[in-house]
């Protein structure tokens, strides 16, 4: 599941690398759906019996989760990960801001901050190195989601956990309807059916995976009020096809104008413009590697059938 260099729906990495960076001291005061759905995942875990030596949070943002996860996890060793280093530097003083009593026995425990600026389509760590592979609202920024899976498949040990979550094709529905038709240019970005992601994660080699789905609707007075919200969190429209230059006054206007039709009720009445977000949660297991024999194919096991 790979978008093609020509698609107009391809990520700019560098585009929305720098829009992150940009974005990462006013994160946190914006990132309402982002802690919803963080607390929502931390809620799931209580459901799992795990012990991981090592946890990967990709896409750590500005380390919220890494924190909690440590917490959750006081033996483990937390690897933090992003592509944006403002993020990631972010991450670094956030640690520096949590309690006395919890830094002493971070450094009594050997705990440290590990923090690795890198993509998710290419992880900078060896095979079956870490037990627990966690993401929250970020494989949605991979151009090659199948390539993203392989590269979790990789480096979880046997038996390790991928937890993530990740945005659906109703995301940002109303402002892609509202732009539709604005000179053939994307304004939203591309979003993978639950589905899709399901069948992506068979593919790279994971076993039992589980998918759900979860809508969310924020609500606002106005459309500059949306755009201020998704430009806080850095969630720039990062894709080839945008628009390229200053967007004019015009475009505005008009977008003003298509989004109205969306509007809860009366304006007069304090009536609100929604956005939509469609949260896909997934977790599943890295199986037991099969044992092989020197020519290189795996033996089958069969059972005999209980009578």
């Not at 994160?27 to 019996?49: C, F, S």
């Not at 053939?184 to 059916?193: E, K």
């Not at 606002?220 to 969630?235: C, E, F, H, P, Q």
């Not at 997934?282 to 290189?296: E, I």
Request: with cysteine; net charge positive.
């Amino acid at each position: 599941m790979q978008a093609n260099l020509n698609d107009s729906y391809f990520i700019d990495k560098a585009r929305a690398r720098a829009s992150f960076g940009r974005a990462a001291n006013t994160y946190d005061a914006a990132a309402i759906l982002q802690k919803k759905v963080r607390d929502e995942m931390l809620n799931r875990l209580d459901l799992v019996k795990l012990n991981p030596h090592t946890i990967l949070d990709a896409g750590c943002g500005t380390g919220i989760a890494s924190h909690a996860l440590q917490q959750r996890f006081e033996k483990s060793q937390v690897v933090s990960l992003d592509f944006a280093l403002p993020m990631l530097q972010k991450t670094r003083s956030t640690g520096r801001n949590t309690s006395l009593l919890r830094q002493v026995k971070n450094l009594l425990g050997g705990v440290k901050q590990n923090l690795l600026c890198a993509d998710i389509e290419s992880l900078p760590l060896a095979n079956a190195s870490i037990g627990l592979a966690w993401s929250n609202l970020a494989i949605q920024w991979c151009n090659d989601l199948d390539a993203a899976l392989q590269e979790f498949h990789r480096v979880l040990q046997p038996e390790g956990l991928l937890m993530f979550s990740t945005f659906g094709p109703d995301t940002l529905k109303e402002l892609r309807l509202a732009t539709t038709g604005q000179g053939g240019v994307t304004s939203v970005s591309r979003f993978i059916d639950m589905h899709d992601i399901g069948d992506a994660l068979v593919r790279a080699g994971f076993s039992s995976p589980v998918l759900d789905v979860e809508r969310f609707t924020l609500t606002y007075d106005d459309v500059k009020s949306v755009m201020r919200d998704l430009k806080s969190i850095g969630a720039h429209n990062a894709t080839d096809g945008r628009a390229r230059g200053l967007s004019g006054r015009g475009f505005l206007t008009k977008l003003e104008a298509s989004y109205e039709q969306f509007r809860l009720g009366e304006k007069s009445d304090g009536g609100k413009l929604p956005a939509t977000f469609e949260v896909v949660y997934g977790h599943a297991w890295r199986g037991q590697d099969k044992p092989k024999f020197d020519d290189g194919f795996s033996p089958v096991t069969f059972k005999p059938r209980n009578k």
